[in-house]
Structures are given as structure tokens and as C-alpha cells.
């Protein structure tokens, strides 16, 4: 009987320990990098995901979810950190499976990418966000998430056609992405689907015509003479997201308006044009 007792008050001990260790729950993975989470875009993030979902299909590879509760998917964290920075609206980080959105940035994501007011037009928020979900699902299906390609001179055969865009892994999530939303904007595709692919090419076309009717009217002055800082990369980061859009509404619309836009701006990245050259009229330089 006594034997019997200490054997209870041993076993208690040992059986709460085992129960400890073996609810213990993994660490977060925003927590690896000081990151915690945000609130303020939840709904919007929900929304989003719900679309890229529901254009990937549910054969896709590569899908996702909002929680770690969630049997199916990679995990989208929306995340809060002063080591973000302003244009890291959303990524992969290295060596991860998950997706991180920057709750603190996407307000900014959608001041540059989203009408403002007069001809720019609008780009719903679940919208936007699907678009750049979608991208991120490339990074994962490609094994490339958490990288950054320097910048790159493209050809227009480069970006056009065949997107064989092999010197820039954020062209080819963007490719990705493309093939998605192609796959799904195609007749005999259930209805949901369709219609969630049909918002996604109205709302690509819409960034890029937002991006470059501010180049052309914003920088008046400086898109006429072809200033490299419009077209070109801005460091060691991603392509510039002009040219970005204006290759995946090319790729949407295949149209003649919409290639000779990408040509347009390809062109801009590779210029030469001097002063003198502008509207025919002779520069003050060329006295000189």
C-alpha cells in the first residue's frame, strides 16, 4: 500500500513533464526574427488569401492559409517590425515556408500602387494584396524565397513571349503569378474562380496604368529625357515595379497598346537619348 502511494506521487511529476513537453507548442516563426504580430490589415489579409486561393485551384502545389491551425497550405503571417523596411510590403523570408506581409507597409503599398484621384484608377485592397500573394507563391514553388537579384539589363525579348526572365527571380514569381491568373481567367473554369482571375487582370491593368500616367505626368520633365532614375532598379533590390506591372499587363492583355508600353519603358532603362535629341529642337549644349 505505502509502495503503491510513492509509486502515485512519482508518476505524477514524470506524467506532467511528459504532458508539458509534449503539448509544447513550436515557436512562431516571427518570433525568430523579432517580428510580432500585427492586427490592423487582418481582414484584408483573410480576404486576400481567400482569392489567391481560389485562383491557384485546388490541385495547386503550392497554396495557403492564414493560420498554423489550417490542415493545408504555407502559413501568411501579417507582421509588425522596426527592422522592416518601407517597401517590404511583402516576402519570403530565407530559408522559410511561409510568407510574411508588413502590416505597417501596406498602407504605402496601396498609396503607390492604387488611384489617388482625377484619372488614376482604383485597386481594391484584397486585391492588391492577392497579386502580391500570388508572387510570393512563386518564390516558394521556385525554392527562391528570401532572395534578391541585382539589377539587370533586359532586353524586350527578355520580357515578352517566352518570359524568359532566368536573371531575375522576382520576374519569374511574377511569371508565376501570371500563369495563374491565365490558367483560371480561361472559359470552362468554375465561375468563382473565373471571376476572382477577371478582378486580377482589371486590377493589374489599373497599377500600370497608375504608374506610368504619374511618370509621364508627375515627371513630366524627366521622363522626356529619359532620367535613368524613372526606369532603372534603385540599388540591390527588386526590378522596378513599373516595369514589373507593365510586363505582367502585357502578358495579361497581349495587346498592341499594352506592348508598345512595355517597349516603351524597356527602351527608357536602355537610353542614350541626350537633350538635343528631344522634340527636335537644338540644346543650348550643342553651341558648346
Not at 486585391?127 to 539589377?151: C, F, K, V
Not at 522576382?170 to 480561361?186: G, K, P, S, V
Request: charged content about 20%; hydrophobic content about 40%; glycine content about 6%.
Amino acid at each position: 500500500m505505502h509502495s503503491s502511494r510513492c509509486a502515485k506521487r512519482a508518476f505524477i511529476p514524470i506524467s506532467a513533464a511528459l504532458l508539458l513537453f509534449g503539448c509544447a507548442r513550436p515557436r512562431p516563426v516571427p518570433e525568430k526574427y523579432g517580428l510580432h504580430i500585427g492586427t490592423t490589415h487582418r481582414a484584408v489579409l483573410q480576404r486576400a488569401i481567400a482569392i489567391t486561393n481560389t485562383i491557384l485551384g485546388p490541385s495547386a502545389v503550392v497554396t495557403l492559409r492564414a493560420t498554423d491551425r489550417e490542415r493545408r497550405g504555407a502559413t501568411v503571417y501579417l507582421v509588425r517590425g522596426a527592422q522592416l523596411g518601407d517597401t517590404e510590403y511583402c516576402f519570403v523570408p530565407q530559408g522559410e515556408s511561409c510568407v510574411f506581409v508588413n502590416d505597417a507597409a501596406f498602407d504605402g503599398a496601396m498609396h503607390l500602387f492604387s488611384g489617388h484621384a482625377g484619372s488614376e484608377l482604383s485597386v481594391p485592397p484584397e486585391q492588391l494584396l492577392a497579386l502580391m500573394l500570388l508572387h510570393e507563391t512563386g518564390h516558394l514553388a521556385n525554392h527562391d524565397g528570401g532572395s534578391y537579384t541585382p539589377p539587370s539589363r533586359l532586353a524586350l525579348d527578355d520580357v515578352t513571349a517566352t518570359m524568359n526572365v532566368d536573371k531575375s527571380r522576382e520576374l519569374r514569381a511574377d511569371a508565376h503569378a501570371i500563369r495563374a491568373i491565365r490558367e483560371a481567367f480561361t472559359p470552362g473554369q468554375p465561375m468563382p474562380r473565373f471571376l476572382a482571375a477577371g478582378d486580377l487582370v482589371r486590377a493589374v491593368a489599373n497599377i500600370s496604368w497608375n504608374l506610368s500616367s504619374r511618370r509621364a505626368i508627375d515627371d513630366f520633365a524627366a521622363n522626356a529625357l529619359r532620367d535613368q532614375r524613372l526606369f532603372l532598379d534603385e540599388g540591390y533590390t527588386h526590378p522596378n515595379f513599373e516595369l514589373r506591372f507593365l510586363i505582367m499587363n502585357d502578358q495579361l492583355q497581349s495587346t498592341p497598346e499594352s506592348r508598345a508600353l512595355l517597349a516603351d519603358f524597356v527602351a527608357g532603362r536602355q537610353s542614350t537619348a541626350t537633350p538635343k535629341s528631344l522634340l527636335g529642337i537644338p540644346s543650348l549644349m550643342d553651341a558648346h
